[in-house]
């Protein structure tokens, strides 16, 4: 049951260009987006979320688009520099509040990841 | 700046054998959370643990598997009776609607 799909499992671009990852999910309601960049023997690094209530976010070189019509966001790198070189994950949640004696649930669904490869 | 900590970086076990995999999340993070990588695949959700209590937990998460915050600072996962189908890098995370991770211990179940 793949509701997070990242269909390019790997993607090369040369230094200075933009960079666009993309991910697709099924999930209508998923409510709350997330970039991860994991390099090996490491865990995901967060850099980038975005709300379904906008449609972009934009930090430094990082900017994440949402089409919640078409269930699908995008991450560009721009520029794209060789230590961007790493895999992406794309996660989504349905963030649930209150749900558990006040807490709330914020699982997330990952992607299976696109490798990124910045060459100079 | 803060970081989510575990330990070991690599466990190496008999299958039948008990594990614990310990983290140290983030301070002032409330809710915690473990998932999982096996080599090749997705990373998985398992558990989310909030109040001293899982908030939520995935199919995977059966009763071979605990959590627990024994202290303030430490949450820990055990797998009471390892499976070879256990072996996988197991993260640790902590936050909210943004979460973070730490490196990740790498099980081998032989």
């Known amino acids: 049951d793949q509701q997070v799909k990242q269909n390019s499992p790997s993607l090369s671009v040369q230094e200075g260009r933009i960079s666009i990852l993309n991910c697709d999910y099924t999930?209508?309601?998923?409510?709350?987006f997330l970039w991860y960049k994991k390099y090996p023997a490491e865990g995901p690094t967060f850099l980038i979320s975005?709300?379904?209530?906008?449609d972009k976010n934009e930090d430094g070189r990082f900017t994440v688009f949402l089409n919640k019509s078409a269930k699908h966001l995008s991450l560009h790198i721009v520029p794209s520099q060789p230590g961007d070189s790493a895999v992406y994950f794309c996660a989504a949640s349905e963030v649930l509040l209150g749900v558990n004696s006040g807490g709330s649930n914020y699982k997330l669904t990952f992607g299976k990841g696109t490798l990124l490869t910045v060459n100079p | 700046e803060p970081e989510v900590t575990q330990t070991p970086s690599h466990q190496v076990t008999q299958m039948g054998q008990e594990v614990i995999l310990r983290c140290v999340p983030i301070s002032n993070h409330l809710y915690f959370y473990w998932y999982r990588q096996i080599l090749g695949q997705k990373v998985e959700f398992l558990v989310s643990?909030?109040?001293?209590?899982?908030?939520?937990k995935s199919e995977i998460f059966d009763d071979q598997f605990s959590v627990e915050r024994p202290d303030g600072s430490n949450f820990t996962l055990k797998i009471r009776s390892t499976k070879l189908e256990d072996s996988a890098m197991y993260f640790c995370g902590s936050g909210e609607y943004e979460q973070y991770f730490g490196p990740g211990t790498r099980l081998t179940v032989t």
């Open positions: 999930n209508s309601m998923f409510d709350y």
């Open positions: 643990f909030y109040n001293n209590e899982i908030s939520e």
């Open positions: 975005i709300s379904s209530i906008k």
